[in-house]
Nanobody, 117 residues
């Protein structure tokens, strides 16, 4: 059984920073992709950032230059450093991993990020 535990969400003022972390545990042979997605009220879930096992990264246009995704393959963790936060970044952020040859996806439970003064 694979479990993802997220941490680091909270309330921050516009212009502030937060760092999200996601740790994967359980029987995991090989994690291919690790990424962060978000869903704001009334909107569809969207990709925020994703990183491949060899370190290639992809970002949503709305967060380029402000967010940085990083991973530690030895610890099965992925982080999202968020800077210059805006009100429109408010959402539930969830991490996702894609595992093995079968590319099975696992999701975390989500963590709330609220950007407000």
């Amino acid at each position: 059984q694979v479990q993802l535990v997220e941490s680091g969400g909270g309330l921050v003022q516009p212009g502030g920073s937060l760092r999200l972390s996601c740790a994967a545990s359980g029987t995991i042979f090989r994690i291919n992709e690790m990424g962060w997605y978000r869903q704001a009220p009334g909107k569809q879930r969207e990709l925020v950032a994703v990183t491949s096992r060899d370190g290639n990264t992809q970002y949503a246009d709305s967060v380029k230059g402000r967010f940085t995704i990083s991973r530690d393959n030895a610890k099965n963790t992925v982080h999202l450093q968020m800077m210059s936060l805006k009100a429109e970044d408010t959402a539930v952020y969830s991490c996702k991993i894609v595992v093995g040859i079968g590319r099975i996806s696992y999701w975390g439970q989500g963590t709330q990020v609220t950007v407000s003064s």
